[in-house]
């Protein structure tokens, strides 16, 4: 009798399962997203038609670039100017509307992951955004974008260059001049090759993996262990995430606390110096062909970063 109830029971089971998981996959969140912004389009247009329009993964596909991205099936609006009022996930992309800069970079050419990295196959938040922990590079978003503009425009890191669209980026750029890092840190887009400290010059490209397995994020206050939160939280106080182990039992094991020095630094200023050394990115890593870089660069500016 046991046998015949528990067999019922797991069959029920199975069933229940099998409904959830077809359910799941015949209502993924991305049709939902869509069809309410087909909802929206249809009363700015003033055609109740677009209200019933089919739903489809929309993708954008740049084989120079080698990206897939999906994201426009769930921001739908995003190079729509008459969305930008509209909440997440409708809203138009900033600086797109009223001939914004956004809109000298084409969807269609440049997609979003080559700026906002992440993963652009994805079709559900869960997987997209927030800290998705399989994931080489995090979705960039607020100030960390500007980490990005670097891939292609070098002449950022001009003393004479200041783009109001990456204040903080153009704050960290500044701050690295006034604190003498490069007295330190080798950063080749700066000409410095100091040897007192890491080199800087391609921090931006590396993994979070590759960045996870030399840096010590036991005396990380968050709970986020990411490239960034390491950097902003050692730029606010240096020693107490590298104190060293002076005091190690073996003196094989004995290291010295970071010569850094704690500038006292606002929260502002740690996260404007975190997203200049983000920004500091390898050219053969990231591999941007040469027709995506502005013509204002040189040969010789372009060559010195490879």
Not at 166 to 187: D, P, R
Not at 272 to 298: C, H, N, Q, W
């Amino acid at each position: 009798m046991f046998r015949h109830f528990f067999f019922a029971f797991t069959s029920v089971a199975v069933f229940v399962q099998v409904g959830i998981f077809a359910y799941r996959d015949a209502n993924p969140e991305w049709k939902n997203y869509q069809k309410v912004y087909y909802q929206k389009l249809a009363e700015k247009l003033g055609d109740p038609a677009l209200a019933h329009s089919s739903l489809s993964v929309k993708q954008v596909w740049d084989k120079d670039l080698n990206r897939i991205d999906r994201c426009t099936t769930c921001h739908a609006g995003i190079d729509n100017p008459k969305f930008e009022n509209e909440p997440q996930p409708y809203k138009s992309h900033p600086s797109f509307a009223k001939s914004g800069y956004i809109s000298k970079h084409p969807f269609e050419k440049f997609g979003c992951t080559v700026c906002h990295e992440g993963d652009g196959q994805a079709l559900t938040v869960e997987k997209t955004h927030g800290v998705v922990h399989h994931l080489d590079r995090q979705l960039l978003t607020g100030p960390y974008v500007q980490t990005a503009c670097t891939k292609c425009h070098y002449e950022l890191y001009s003393p004479d260059v200041y783009w109001p669209e990456t204040k903080e980026l153009m704050q960290g750029k500044q701050l690295v001049s006034e604190l003498g890092c490069g007295a330190c840190h080798a950063i080749k887009q700066l000409g410095t090759n100091a040897t007192l400290a890491p080199e800087l010059s391609s921090m931006g490209s590396k993994t979070e993996l590759a960045f996870y397995l030399v840096h010590d994020f036991s005396r990380v206050e968050s709970k986020d262990h990411l490239t960034r939160v390491w950097e902003y939280e050692h730029f606010k106080d240096p020693k107490k995430i590298v104190p060293g182990t002076p005091d190690a039992p073996n003196p094989k094991d004995r290291t010295p606390p970071t010569i850094m020095p704690n500038w006292g630094l606002s929260d502002d200023e740690a996260r404007a110096l975190t997203v200049f050394v983000m920004s500091l990115r390898d050219s053969k890593v990231e591999r941007i062909p040469r027709g995506y870089l502005p013509k204002l660069i040189s040969h010789e500016d372009y060559s010195q970063y490879r």
